[in-house]
């Protein structure tokens, strides 16, 4: 198993898609379009290096990105000892306890069939992003892009019906009051 980007999460309010990158013959105009749209800001931990693999892989090029750790750390410089994961940034920030076991981190993400686990692991992940960016950007930033108003969902949609249009494996919407897919 090499290590090329096997999966791309995007998550837009309770909306997540989990693109199966590592199967795709191309990558379709709408998904291309939706990843360099300025209006639309990608977050995560350490996102810039996911971008670059993005980039280098698959030619695929986002123009905004924030790195909730680092927002985390300018707001709260002397909360942690360590180097804050996601799941010790989703408690603090926005009161998120995940789930994240070892057994599906670890799993085979460039199978040609994800199982619940990870499909519901890839969500989970996004979702806390996507909270956490919220908040952190509207409160640090004073950010009017893609997290506060509907058009960036609208966008996330769009991508989705078309993707699906083409048949790709790659939509499920998440419950977060549950943790769980719903479809």
């Known amino acids: 198993m090499d290590n090329t980007t096997a999966v791309l999460q995007l998550c837009v309010d309770t909306k997540c898609l989990i ?65 804050p994961g996601l799941k010790d940034v989703a408690r603090l920030v926005v009161g998120l306890e995940m789930p994240k076991p070892k057994n599906v981190c670890r799993s085979d993400w460039q199978s040609r069939v994800l199982d619940d686990l990870q499909i519901e692991y890839a969500c989970i992940d996004a979702y806390a992003s996507f909270k956490i960016g919220h ?32 048949r790709f494996r790659i939509s499920w919407l998440f419950d977060p009051q549950l943790w769980k897919i719903i479809g």
Not at 41 to 55: C, H, I, P, S
Not at 136 to 162: A, P
Request: proline residues 3%; hydrophobic residues 40%; aromatic residues 14%.
């Open 19 to 83: 693109v199966q990158m590592f199967f795709m013959d191309y990558i379709p105009e709408s998904l291309k379009n939706f990843l360099s749209d300025p209006n639309v800001t990608f977050v995560g931990v350490e996102v810039a290096r996911d971008v670059a693999k993005l980039k280098n892989e698959y030619g695929l090029q986002c123009s905004s990105i924030a790195d909730v750790r680092d927002l985390t750390l300018k707001r709260w410089p002397y909360v942690f000892y360590r180097k």
């Open 135 to 166: 908040k952190l950007l509207k409160e640090i930033r004073g950010f009017q892009g893609l997290f506060c108003s509907t058009k960036g969902l609208y966008r996330l949609l769009e991508v989705w019906r078309l993707m699906c249009d083409l």
